[in-house]
């Protein structure tokens, strides 16, 4: 326990220094790329010949660019010292910030790879080749586009809700259960939604799945619980025919807020837990359930939160505690590094993990068949999908609401369907 609250106060201190450093980290980058940007801004421009006129575009230019990053800085240090009342307004900052940023980003990849070739040409020639005109002008083109797509995630992407089915066999799942359906939401992060229309929709297509169970995979909010009170009415509306069942995540336990004291923590906690009770779900913390149908039997196992660099609160013994050995088992954990850690080499045979936590970055590309990348693959080896090692499957949920980045770019918010599905000896 010592050691366990020990870790949770230095992960807590080195995201405050990062959380400290963060407008230093903005406008270093900002400088950055408004200045190499420009360099491609006036190679366009070096092409008008009224003086004044190129004078104006330069102007305009540094203005936008000043004046975004000097709105999300108040903006950041409004919701810092004023609380979530000023999370709208960070919210539009930000989106604005990472669009123009979007556009300059792309603009420049194209600046840096023709000065590459020109660096590696004036070497081979001795003389120094003058910037594309082509080039930077295909740059300007894919910049827009891509300001387009970064609009789209900000706006519509982030309440685009997909439904990744997956029917998935076992040789020794019960009878009883083939075709049982479990529906999982992970990473609602309440306190980044700002609108509740879209998520109604987002109810109304978890129960069109006529799921069997529904699970939450933790992270119902940011940092206090007070910010799902706007959802319970929305999402007590899920129904479920074997029941409702949750468990915590990294964000649930307020270790991301400052507190008064540990009393004030904890009855965050307890509030968290009566907005479940008020939906109708059933907390596992660090317990199973058993779940029956027909006369035969599954094991739902739900750890508290455990992850690689993060908290363990998790007990995956305790929880475990008890289950029949040739029992079928389910187990539902927050990080999917607990499953690569603790789960898929453990004497205890749990079939079938189901997880969240890494939101798929919010941002990558997936063509199915074809391509799936995301920057969330350089931290952990299992950020979205299915996979299967030592005969042990694990699911992870690219998650239903977003956190930091307001919106999603190519990874579309998420709800789970699995299939149980016996397979045929």
């Not at 519509?156 to 029917?167: E, R, T």
């Not at 927050?334 to 970055?361: C, D, F, R, Y």
């Amino acid at each position: 326990m010592v050691s366990a609250t020990l870790n949770i106060i230095g992960l807590s201190k080195m995201r405050n220094h990062l959380h400290n450093l963060t407008p230093l980290i903005i406008l270093f980058v900002s400088c950055c790329l408004d200045f190499y940007a420009f360099l491609g801004i006036r190679k366009l421009t070096s092409s008008i010949s009224n003086q004044r006129m190129r004078c104006v575009i330069h102007r305009i230019y540094w203005v936008l660019c000043i004046f975004i990053v000097i709105e999300l800085l108040s903006a950041l240090y409004l919701l810092r010292t004023h609380g979530d009342n000023y999370m709208p307004l960070f919210s539009v900052s930000f989106s604005t910030y990472i669009c123009f940023s979007a556009v300059k980003f792309t603009f420049v990849l194209f600046l840096l790879g023709n000065d590459c070739y020109r660096l590696i040409a004036g070497i081979c020639l001795r003389r120094i080749l003058p910037r594309s005109r082509i080039i930077t002008w295909l740059g300007v083109c894919l910049a827009f586009l891509s300001l387009n797509i970064c609009m789209y995630g900000v706006t519509y992407g982030k309440y685009n809700y997909k439904v990744h089915s997956h029917a998935i066999y076992f040789d020794d799942l019960p009878p009883a259960f083939d075709g049982f359906k479990i529906v999982a939401i992970s990473d609602i992060h309440a306190g980044s939604i700002l609108r509740t229309k879209p998520v109604q929709r987002g109810v109304n297509l978890i129960n069109a799945q006529q799921g069997d169970l529904v699970v939450f995979l933790g992270d119902l909010v940011n940092s206090r619980s007070i910010e799902f009170a706007p959802l319970v009415n929305y999402f007590g509306q899920l129904r479920a025919s074997h029941g409702k069942y949750a468990i915590m995540g990294n964000h649930d336990y307020g270790d991301y807020a400052r507190w008064s004291d540990e009393t004030a923590r904890e009855e965050n906690v307890a509030l968290l837990k009566k907005y479940f009770y008020e939906m109708e779900f059933r907390v596992l913390l660090n317990e199973h359930v058993t779940i029956e149908k027909d006369g035969q039997s599954i094991a739902l196992i739900g750890v508290e939160d455990w992850g690689k660099g993060f908290s363990k609160r998790g007990n995956l013994s305790l929880a475990a505690s008890g289950i029949d050995g040739d029992s079928f088992k389910i187990l539902l954990t927050h990080n999917p590094t607990h499953w690569e850690e603790q789960v898929k080499n453990n004497p205890v045979n749990i079939q079938l993990s189901i997880a969240g936590h890494t939101h798929g970055m919010q941002v990558g590309i997936e063509i199915p068949g074809v391509l799936k990348w995301s920057p969330a693959q350089y931290m952990y080896p299992h950020w979205g999908g299915l996979t299967k090692e030592n005969n042990r499957y694990l699911y992870v949920s690219r998650g239903f609401g977003f956190l930091g980045l307001p919106g999603r770019i190519g990874i579309l918010p998420e709800i789970t369907v699995i299939e149980l599905k016996r397979k045929i000896r």
